[in-house]
């Protein structure tokens, strides 16, 4: 049993959940309830995100800042992380009041920001990819990608093999990969065959360059999930696939449109030839509660989910791991009424 640390603040006491706590009280399928409900509260405009914040500098850590807001749950707040190169030596939640002002938690947040990243991916993957799928390729071997991994085969049992991309292959395989469940076969493979036998592709690299070349074969691709750059001098595709999810038969969709825009650097490119409006790239709570945008999900060939990251999820999967605790009572979900769009 897990002995609740406060501290005094603010004449009150303030919980602090460690890293512990958050694993003990966060699955995959917590953070995907979590998570649908936030969305679905965005999309009734009971919810706001605002863009990332990087205060930065040249000799000393950058810090890194989102904040959000869920008026049905009554609470503000984000998270905040400092870099160091591409280490995070610090990655906090904070859960706040709106009642009161004040904080209800500080909340350790490192697994959970990787917790809230494979949700996203996996509610994504649940609205744009193909029912029947059989073959996921992840390109990637960092903390996350097995969070990943496993969050899409959540939405897609129907996969059976698993091809592992990364670029140094001396290191061979990571464990987990041999460890998925129910049947399901992982291997690590060059990037051509990954891409010429998967349905899903899913890439979480720190790549300056396009893991998937200009060149390659993707006929069988019917979705991508874009999760590593959060930077617009990071892509992990050619200009010329992000123009594929922008023409006739491609569907792109992004957690949020402004973020996208400053961050975004797959379609950095296209976005300065004036050839990407953002402000008409639908946005996963859009895609979730709206029947028009699920027809155009069901003609297109090709579909991509393109994450940066924000805090509107951190803070609802910070807030469902406090209300099972116990420090919050149990959110309430919108109803369908409240979210369909006519």
Known sequence: MHIL????????????????????????????????????????????????????????????????????WRIIGGKDYT??????????????DMSTGVPLAFVEADYLSR?????MTAIATDLLAPPNVTCLA???????SELLVRAVLKVRPSVRRVFLVRRNTSKGGPDWLSRLENGVEGEMVDATH????????????????????ANAEINRVRHINLIGSN????????????LRFLSPGGYLVVDDQRQAELEAGDFSAIETNGALDWSRIPTLDQLLCSSEEQEKVSKAT?????SVGIGLADLAVAAGVLQRIGLLPNLPRISESETRKK
């Open 194 to 213: 990954a891409l010429i036998e998967s349905d899903i592709v899913t890439t979480a690299t720190s790549s300056r360059e396009p893991v998937i070349p």
């Open 5 to 72: 640390e406060k501290i005094a603040f603010v004449g009150t006491h303030i919980a602090i959940i460690r890293e512990d706590q958050v694993q003990h009280h966060l699955s995959l399928d917590d953070a995907i309830t979590d998570l649908r409900t936030a969305l679905e509260a965005l999309a009734a405009k009971q919810a706001v995100n605002c863009a990332r914040i990087r205060v930065t500098s040249r000799d000393s850590a950058w810090l890194h800042t989102l904040r959000a807001g869920l008026q049905r």
């Open 231 to 242: 930077h617009l001098k990071r892509r992990e595709i050619s200009e010329e696939l992000a």
């Open 302 to 306: 090709i579909t991509a989910f393109k």
């Open 138 to 144: 992840h390109f990637g071997a960092g903390k996350i």
């Open 115 to 119: 917790v809230r990243t494979a949700a």
């Open 83 to 96: 870099s160091l190169g591409f280490e995070t030596p610090a990655m906090w939640a904070t859960v706040i």
